[in-house]
């Protein structure tokens, strides 16, 4: 490889560890500071207060999308495997490009998505 493709090509990597750590910062301190859009007890919560639902209502549609929520886990669940295989090879080649500072901070990212996905599952 040439030095100028051997440049341009460090360039690209640096950048786009660039952008990757800005993401991550900004995740951690704006996106994460406010309400989660996809938290379904929030969201409920909202949906609830801007109907104005009675305590009645309330309990019937948390009962209705309780039910509806059962419904697609058992869509979704022939298709766990296919997904949870494809979501493995990706952690696996996004590793195998990291230096070995990076692999720490990635790490530590999957434990905190499995964290939160841990509590998502107890929520319900």
């Given at each position: 490889m040439?030095?100028?493709?051997?440049?341009a090509?460090?360039?690209?990597?640096?950048?786009?560890?660039a952008g990757?750590?800005i993401?991550?910062?900004?995740d951690r301190l704006v996106?994460?500071?406010?309400?989660?859009w996809?938290?379904?007890?929030?969201?409920?919560k909202r949906?609830?207060?801007?109907l104005?639902?009675?305590?009645?209502?309330r309990?019937?549609?948390?009962r209705?999308y309780d039910?509806?929520?059962?419904?697609q886990?058992?869509?979704?669940?022939?298709?766990?495997?296919?997904?949870?295989s494809?979501?493995?090879?990706?952690?696996q080649?996004?590793s195998r490009l990291l230096?070995?500072?990076?692999?720490t901070i990635?790490d530590q990212?999957?434990?905190e998505?499995?964290?939160?996905r841990a509590?998502?599952t107890?929520k319900?």
């Open positions: 040439t030095k100028t493709k051997s440049l090509l460090a360039f690209y990597i640096g950048a786009a560890l990757a750590a993401g991550v910062s900004i996106v994460r500071a406010q309400p989660r996809w938290d379904q007890a929030e969201m409920r949906a609830f207060d801007r104005k639902l009675t305590p009645s209502q309990d019937t549609v948390s209705i039910e509806r929520d059962r419904k886990e058992l869509l979704i669940a022939p298709l766990r495997p296919s997904l949870d494809a979501s493995i090879e990706a952690r080649r996004i230096t070995p500072e990076q692999q990635y990212m999957q434990r998505r499995e964290k939160a509590q998502h107890e319900k």
